[in-house]
């Protein structure tokens, strides 16, 4: 693409929805959904991508057309619009806890295939109720923790007991495990899983589902000797974060948002008009809070709720205000998730728009 | 309120909306407004509260009622929710540029008192485009730097340059300054608005508005000589940053993240349904991410996009899975940007539902 290219298009989304604008590339998302796809088929693995990045059942379909068994989800909200969206295969990788939520997890498994995650005998002891609204039974997986120490049992001794636990409750099948291995902890992973297996086997009983989940973990599909799918949210889109991970090219980068110099109040400083509600705090272990295609040595330094602080003192280029510039986002998920609309592009051609639909709710 | 009441407020929550649920207390809500509008009445300046922490024209006209002389904007977008919500007196503390954004400007201004703020020249060359539009004129303040290096010019006599810029041009009117002084710089902002003063006399201009901003300035509100006009924002709901700061008590935050405990994988750790997506990375300088009132020796030391981490090591009462609790953010303008509905309540008692109407908008 030519700068001149950009400089148009720029113009145009300006002109139309102005700035700023969370704008995706259609041509990169379906290279980002092919490739995940590939990947994963080359892993040996079922694709089951994580929406969280992207919160649109247009993009899950896209992603299941092009080869993934299912989807994840994080939130019971977000699984009820895919469902909507016509998503029969929905895998939610939290514990669902309340009977608010359970009536709402049945309703949906009446409708669609849905398996849940639990950690806690709590979380298993409420499930039934979901069961029992489904009229069919719930397939459930026990979150394992390897390293993270997010969600997820520390022992194997404990996921073989939370499996019986589930095995021996009316309306629940015990469907397997769910893991989101730290990127250097494999080795740690496959202890656990063949400690846990040996233990299952003991019980009788057998892990249908192996999930791993990480856009970074990517390049580590097929090291865990039983996994059976894989989660990858990010890679839809991939951002700077992936970019530092390795996973990912800037060129790989489908997300940009469109945004306004602004200000020019100093001769080495200047003001974006997106700030920490457009690009969000989410800063991951990177140098700045984005980065700016136009002005690679332009550091957004800090941010008020609408304001972007560009330090642009390592910079030969400056911009001049109204310049419209964009920007690469250091974590992409929680961009998408600030806004009810994606502008979306094909290189430097505008197609229209995309609503975050799963977006915004309570609950 | 009893610990038992909240008990009962937070089961019905989680029953009605599930969690994550943003909640308000519009006693505490109201109280706040009150309290504000004193503060200025007491230091002689008018209220003009910041819009960007609600994004409600709901509460822009309790403000409105209490006494609020109009409202403040950051966002063009959010000046047109406001505005159809009835209220007709709105500054924009902000650079409006490029011809999208004029032209709604000028169908705004068309409609409702509107003023602008410019730090540079070239917004202040666009602006005429809009006032023709409105087909009167349109107010213009100029933005002032005295010491936060964010918007605004450095120096006294830059403002006069763009005050006269503006007298100058055809369809706006200089209205004033606008002005964002850091919480220690007062003296400081003294002297620059003497000397733009002075320069403003010699060219046969004056300053109607001074506007100055900041909740945390509040206790500082009528130290300017010759200010006329303030802008707070988060002090409608307050948050861990304003107590921090001194400026309200833990009992003034009138907005709490309901939230659930749905792992306790570690005896000293836990996670709770609220993350980034949620309670947002805003940290501001404060240790962990949220002050949970339930727990106050728990501390939230790390997110994921749906995960808050909980360190319980210090704390000696421990939170069970499925357990509610209430969390005050670190910063609350945010928060109440995530979420589509706040959830009302007063004391213990459900009220209802507010549309966080002027979030999600792109532009």
Redesign the interface.
Known sequence: MTASGYDALKAEI?????????VIDLDKVDANIARLQAACDAAGVANRPHI?THKSPELARLQVEAGARGITC???GEAEVMADGGIDDILIS??I?????LG?LGALQRRVRMIVAA??P??IA?LPQAAEIAGRDLEVVVEC?TGR??????TPGEAVELAKQIAGSKGLRFAGFLMYPPEDGWERTQIFLDTANAGLRDAGLEAGIVSTGGSPNIPNMGKLKGATEHRSGTSIFNDRMQVAAGVASLDDCALTVYA?V?????AE?G?L?SG??TL????GNLDGHGYILEYPAARIAQF????G?LDLSASNDRP???EVVRVVPNHV??VV?????L?TVRGDKLIGELPVAA?????
């Open positions: 300006a002109r139309v929805y102005g700035t700023p604008a969370v969280k994080q939130k019971l939290y514990n806890l309340g009977e608010q939520k709402r950690d806690n709590v979380t409420g923790d120490k997010r969600a997820g049992v520390e306004t602004v200000s020019r109040a100093g400083r003001i008009d920490s509600k969000t705090s989410d800063k008020a709720e609408e304001h602080f001049v205000v109204g998920c929680v998730n600030m806004v009810d609309r502008v977006r915004g709710m309570l609950g």
